[in-house]
Nanobody, 115 residues
Framework: QVQLVESGGGLVQPGGSLRLSCAAS????????MGWYRQAPGKQRELVAE???????DYVDSVKGRFTISRDFAKNTVYLQMNSLKSEDSAVYYC?????????WGQGTQVTVSS
């Protein structure tokens, strides 16, 4: 069983920054991939950023150049640094991990971008 715990969400003004953290209950080196998804009201959940075990990165076009996904093996934690935030980035952000064909999700953290 894998547990993922997100933190770092909150209210921020447009143009501001937030850093989300996702702490895993086991070594993140064992995961095939980890990523961040988001879901805004009335919309489907979408992939925001993904980091494979080998280090390959993938971002949705709307966040390229503004968001950065990274990891700390010593802390078993994956981060999402979000800069130049826009109102359309407002959503619940979920951490995701894939291990041996099984997908695990965190409980989500709310990000609200508003003046």
């Amino acid at each position: 069983q894998v547990q993922l715990v997100e933190s770092g969400g909150g209210l921020v003004q447009p143009g501001g920054s937030l850093r989300l953290s996702c702490a895993a209950s086991r070594s993140i080196f064992t995961f095939n991939a980890m990523g961040w998804y988001r879901q805004a009201p009335g919309k489907q959940r979408e992939l925001v950023a993904e980091l494979s075990r080998g280090g390959s990165l993938d971002y949705v076009d709307s966040v390229k150049g503004r968001f950065t996904i990274s990891r700390d093996f010593a802390k078993n934690t994956v981060y999402l640094q979000m800069n130049s935030l826009k109102s359309e980035d407002s959503a619940v952000y979920y951490c995701n991990a894939v291990l041996s064909g099984v997908t695990y999700w965190g409980q989500g953290t709310q990000v609200t971008v508003s003046s």
